[in-house]
T-cell receptor, first 113, second 115 residues
């Protein structure tokens, strides 16, 4: 079945460092790909999404490109801030699965001043 | 802004109790979802609903049931709570449309402890 694998955390970075969180997927159809973020004590919120191959999603300085050839959707940011400390979830949604979200296990990011 | 609210942030229940978790959304969304979140496992879908009085099993429905009598409200029921149901429960909703492309909006979560 469909699945999402993302790099294990926790990831600890200094402020202004570059961030990459790897995400790869397997899917039988043509999924949409998402990054959700969960700040401490809160629910998940959409960070960015891409609905077809080669699309780039971007928001708040974060970017991810839908790479069908490598089945990847890595999250990147050029300069992280303390306020980016959160848990990041990669997810896919496939019409073959009725549109339900399938999540990776989450990657905790901690940014130190 | 879409708002999804859940009835409790924290809940402590005893083994064998019947537990109700309530979720309300204010954006007239067709689709509603219940997930549980456990460390190292991400989020797993318990049940979802595409319309009033409609329900579909997700990946881990055992031990749970749901009710959707009104469009804005989706309830998760633990028929007889067990300690392995201690978890964070997250409700989400999304608009009607191409299901795989719609953004899901999440509530703040209910952290349930079953003793």
């Amino acid at each position: 079945g469909d699945s999402v694998t993302q790099m294990e955390g926790p990831v600890t970075l200094s402020e202004e460092a570059c961030l990459t969180i790897n995400c790869t997927y397997t899917a039988t159809g043509y999924p949409s790909l998402f990054w959700y973020v969960q700040y401490p004590g809160e629910g998940l919120q959409l960070l960015l999404k891409a609905t077809k191959a080669d699309d780039k999603g971007s928001n708040k300085g974060f970017e991810a490109t839908y790479r069908k050839e490598t089945t990847s959707f890595h999250l990147e940011k050029g300069s992280v801030q303390v306020s980016d400390s959160a848990v990041y979830f990669c997810a896919l949604s496939d019409d073959n699965q009725g549109g339900k979200l399938i999540f990776g296990q989450g990657t905790e990011l901690s940014v130190k001043p | 802004d879409v708002k999804v609210t859940q009835s409790s942030r924290y809940l402590v229940k005893r083994t064998g109790e019947k537990v109700f978790l309530e979720c309300v959304q204010d954006m007239d969304h067709e689709n509603m979802f219940w997930y549980r979140q456990d460390p190292g496992l991400g989020l797993r879908l318990i049940y979802f609903s595409y319309d009033v009085k409609m329900k579909e099993k997700g990946d881990i429905p055992e031990g749970y049931s749901v009710s959707r009598e009104k469009k804005e409200r989706f309830s998760l029921i633990l028929e007889s709570a067990s300690t392995n149901q201690t978890s964070m429960y997250l409700c989400a909703s999304s608009d009607q449309g191409e299901p795989s492309r719609e953004t899901q909006y999440f509530g703040p979560g209910t952290r349930l402890l079953v003793l």
